[in-house]
């Protein structure tokens, strides 16, 4: 039934947390050594001191992947309805589908043309 | 047995059929266990037979227990956890990273039964939707280790699984429109005794084993993982049991995908002869063998193609996928 496929899902969740609790928090601190040292928590920098911190700055490219990536997202969940119903929908849903894709089509190959799906 | 199985399926809620649920979810879990430690033997052992080596052979018989003991060195390793890295996000990473892998097998028909099956009516997007959780473990992980190259390898994980997650979603929705359902279990349905998807669907298939070697992080696509210039990307401050349970999420993915290409292109359970869970097997070790094949076959793509590669090619071919597949389907009818 329709709910009980959902509280399926649900146990299934409840397990994947109850495996990694269980056996990192409950059972591995009886198992494992615990033995820090200020050498072994220090950051690994292929064996050098570490210089700095991580946190600096990086790639501005990976924001425009992020946005791009937004918007076509979006396009796929409003395909998926219009997928399942494709076969109610007839020829006029899939012209307007066809209209939507080229729209969204255009905007990738502006991108395209700006360059931003170059990684340099 | 099986109608003990099946009774949560049909009938209303009561005590008996929530333990069938239970128990059978728990089923589940072990044998997602058992088949990840033998599916890593299982890639020690092709890869080293195709490059001319023996692979594991000393623990147990043909080296049958060398994924025990692994498994088990793991669990009785030291947790170090850096000075300097984000404490609550370090520790909370491993655990989102793996939680996803495991809820996507909920809606993977197994059986011509649909024992173990939650069968939901959104069973494609749920799997979708879900392997994207995965993504926020693999940055939290790396971004809170506070360390370099997991930093770096957890930005290009992100960048190249959100890219290829787009002809991934894209590429199945020409099998959706065929079945008309978003339901594994009818998609199934719809192939058994038919032609399977993979016939007409052959453009949207190739997209997706590409896309999905690309999800799972695998050679040619492990840019994440370069272990000659990333150390081990976005895990590299990871030890001990945290450690595995990343290995652990990744495995079930190879084992999550092959299920899901099974289901949507090759006619999942159907077939002649052999009981349904066996036809089930063999495709899905087929599957599996593929990809252990590429990793052993494939060199590395660069970052630029790599990137270049989803955006350029695959999501327009994608695209291109839905309209043929569309316009094929308006002038049959």
């Known amino acids: 039934m329709y709910a009980n496929g959902f509280l399926f899902v649900i146990i299934f969740l409840a397990l994947g947390i109850i ?57 796929i969940v409003f395909l998926y309805p219009w997928a399942v119903e494709y076969h109610a929908l007839g020829l006029y849903g899939f012209g307007e589908m066809i209209l939507f894709i080229v729209l969204l089509f255009i905007g990738l190959l502006y991108a395209w043309r700006k360059k931003v799906l170059e990684w340099k | 047995m099986e109608r003990f199985f099946l009774a949560w399926q049909t009938s209303s809620l009561t005590g008996s059929s929530f333990l069938g649920m239970v128990i059978g979810a728990v089923i589940i879990l072990l044998l997602i266990l058992g088949i990840v430690s033998y599916l890593i033997y299982f890639e020690r052992k092709v890869i080293g037979w195709m490059q001319g080596r023996i692979g594991p052979n000393r623990v147990g018989p043909l080296g049958l227990l060398q994924s ?35 809820m996507v097998l909920a809606v993977i028909p197994f059986t011509a039964t649909h024992v173990f099956t939650a ?35 957890g930005m290009r994980s992100a960048a190249q699984m959100i890219s290829y997650e787009i002809p991934l979603g894209l590429s199945i929705l020409g099998v959706i429109m065929l079945s008309g359902s978003l339901n594994l279990n009818n998609i199934v349905a719809a192939q058994n005794g038919h032609v399977w998807f993979i016939i007409p669907q052959i453009l949207g298939f190739i997209v997706f ?20 210039e990333l150390v081990a990307g976005y895990f590299t401050e990871y030890t001990g049991f945290r450690f595995a349970f990343f290995m652990l999420a990744e495995y079930v993915y190879v084992f999550a995908i092959s299920a899901l290409a099974v289901t949507l292109f090759l006619g999942g359970w159907s077939g002649p002869f052999l009981p349904s869970w066996l036809w089930f097997a063999i495709k899905v070790s087929a599957c599996i063998f593929f990809l252990f094949w590429v990793r052993a076959t494939m060199p590395r793509m660069r970052g630029d193609q790599l990137m270049s590669f989803a955006w350029k090619v695959l999501i327009p071919i994608a695209l291109f996928n839905v309209l043929l597949t569309g316009a094929v389907y308006e002038i049959h009818l």
Do not use: Q
Not at chain 1, 34 to 39: E, G, L
Not at chain 2, 135 to 152: D, R
């Open chain 2, 68 to 102: 025990v003991a692994d498994i088990l060195k793991l669990l009785i390793k030291e947790d170090v956890i850096p000075t300097n890295a984000d404490r609550a996000l370090f520790l909370i990473a491993p655990m989102i990273a793996f939680v996803p892998s495991f």
């Open chain 2, 209 to 228: 084993v590409i896309a999905g070697i690309a999800e799972l992080n695998r050679t040619p696509f492990d840019l994440p993982e370069a272990e000659s």
């Open chain 2, 119 to 153: 069968g939901l009516n959104v069973g494609a997007l749920y799997y979708i939707a879900l392997s994207s959780i995965t993504i926020l473990g693999i940055v939290m992980g790396g971004w809170a280790s506070n360390n370099k190259y997991s930093l770096l390898g």
């Open chain 1, 19 to 75: 495996l990694p609790v269980a056996s990192l928090m409950v059972l591995g601190p009886l198992l494992r050594p615990s033995h820090p040292t200020a050498a072994k928590t220090s950051t690994y920098e292929s064996g050098l001191e570490p210089v700095g911190d991580a946190r600096a700055r990086y790639n501005v490219r990976y924001y425009l992947f992020a946005l791009l990536f937004v918007a076509f997202d979006v396009e």
